[in-house]
């Protein structure tokens, strides 16, 4: 056995990105992760998180389009974190990272991190707390 392996190019951290730079959705241009759906208004494939964008979504069949995205390795769509996974795995990775940020209801665009969420949405005044 070989134990001379750099760490980073094992087979679950490595990244193809002249792979993965055509698996991308759509909307988000983010990487598509499972599951996928098509995008009601072109023909085009959307990820997990845009799905949410329309009421009614039909999922992908693109068996080919699937597999890819099932088998391939995508790193955390989050600044700051190094994970990679596969799509498969990715998902839930994403979505309790600690580095995800979150849109503020008051000035939509603006990204934030989870812990400063409270503070700016209290800069616009519009905040209501419990206390
Ligand atoms: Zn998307
Ligand atoms: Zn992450
Ligand atoms: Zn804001």
Redesign the pocket.
């Known amino acids: 056995m070989n134990l001379h392996i750099v760490k980073s190019r094992e087979s679950e951290q490595f990244v193809e990105y002249d792979l993965i730079k055509v698996l991308k959705?759509s909307?988000?241009l983010?990487y598509l992760l499972p599951s996928l759906y098509k995008n009601p208004t072109s023909d085009n494939t959307?990820?997990f998180?845009?799905h949410y964008q329309f009421t009614e979504v039909e999922p992908e069949l693109n068996k080919e389009t699937i597999e890819k995205v099932s088998k391939t390795n995508f790193p955390c769509r989050w600044r700051g974190c190094e994970t990679t996974k596969l799509g498969v795995n990715l998902v839930d990775q994403e979505l309790s990272c600690k580095h995800r940020m979150f849109k503020c209801p008051v000035c939509t665009d603006d990204m934030i991190k989870r812990e400063d969420v409270i503070s700016h949405v209290k800069e616009h005044g519009s905040y209501r707390g419990q206390g």
Do not use: A, E, R, V
Request: charged share 0%; glycine share 12%.
């Open positions: 959705c909307m988000c983010g959307i990820c998180y845009c």
